[in-house]
């Protein structure tokens, strides 16, 4: 190997806590490099793995820049990447936590706007009677305008935010806003409303993959090995292991086999089942006189079809072939 799989995680901040959390549920805890300020690491059980701590939105960039192989950051990041760049990444999977909406959020005086129609009639009223146009703070440009033009507003005009977007409004920089809200709370407490239309992205974080970072066969395998335990965990935590009795494994398979079309998965004298399926499962073995019936949750459920890694591999094998 040249050199060591880099995968970026957030350095600071909850995201960061949520990253190393995740990590360490899988079995692979983050061991810093440097002290507890370090800005490197390792994952214990993937030594050849070199872990770099970065900000969000450097590890975006670092992604679309080939700096890194692997990172762990916000969706919305990643959205907000110029098309050239955003085609040099490759999202893997979505992580279940860093949830946030990327909305459009006007002043809650303004009573009669609910709709990006709305914006659109106040966006043309603006330049009408001022001769400017409509103000809109945000940080997220590319996402804005595309958005925008899907509801075929042109009236307005960015102002780029370089601080708390939530308070442009209140500080005369702009009318409405574009901003990510969790709860809401902050853009309550800044007199903001989100439009009813106005989501635009569902955001969380995902681990994704630069197309344009330095790969070989060696790192190939190193990130289809760290997928392989990560998909195995989620798919662990979200499978239930039936197991009955030996002499009763034709009845019981036979009760089973319209799960097992469905995605179950037969084994020795039992089936792996997604834990949505349990109890219909279980509810159709005891109609078919089958049990006793144990069911355990396994740690790790390795599924040698991976979404993930088979997407990773073929874009690879894409690029070069090119």
Not at 67 to 92: N, W, Y
Not at 203 to 224: F, G, K, N, T
Not at 261 to 273: I, K, Q, S, W
Request: net charge negative.
């Amino acid at each position: 190997m040249t050199g060591p799989l880099v995968l970026a995680i957030p350095s600071k901040g909850r995201l960061k806590e949520q990253t190393e959390a995740w990590l360490g549920d899988c079995g692979l805890s983050l061991r810093a490099g440097g002290g507890a300020r370090g800005y490197s690491g390792a994952l214990e059980g993937l030594e050849d793995v070199q872990v770099r701590l970065s900000s969000a939105s450097d590890i975006a960039a670092a992604l679309a820049g080939g700096e890194v192989h692997l990172g762990v950051t916000g969706e919305d990041l990643l959205a907000e990447l110029d098309p050239a760049a955003a085609a040099k990444t490759l999202l893997l999977r979505a992580l279940g936590f860093g949830r946030a909406d990327l909305v459009v959020a006007a002043p809650r005086s303004w009573i009669d706007v609910a709709t990006m129609a709305d914006v659109d009639d106040v966006a043309h009223l603006t330049l009408a009677r001022s001769a400017r146009r409509l103000r809109v703070a945000t940080k997220y440009v590319q996402q804005t305008r595309a958005f925008f033009a899907r509801h075929a507003i042109a009236d307005y005009r960015i102002v780029e935010s370089a601080g708390a977007t939530e308070g442009a409004p209140a500080a005369g920089l702009a009318e409405i806003v574009v901003d990510i809200a969790t709860t809401g709370a902050t853009l309550a407490d800044n007199g903001l409303k989100p439009l009813d239309d106005g989501l635009i992205l569902r955001s969380q974080a995902r681990l994704a993959a630069s197309l344009c970072a330095d790969w070989d066969a060696e790192r190939l395998a190193q990130a289809l090995r760290l997928l392989a335990i990560v998909e195995g965990r989620a798919l662990g935590k979200d499978t239930a292991s039936l197991t009955w009795p030996p002499e009763q494994d034709s009845i019981a398979r036979a009760a089973m086999a319209p799960f097992i079309a469905a995605g179950a998965m037969a084994r020795p004298h039992g089936a792996l089942a997604p834990m949505s399926e349990l109890f219909a499962a279980s509810w159709a073995l005891e109609k078919a006189g089958v049990g006793p019936v144990s069911v355990a949750q396994p740690a790790y459920v390795f599924d040698p079809k991976s979404d993930a890694a088979g997407r990773l591999t073929a874009a690879l094998r894409a690029l070069a072939i090119r």
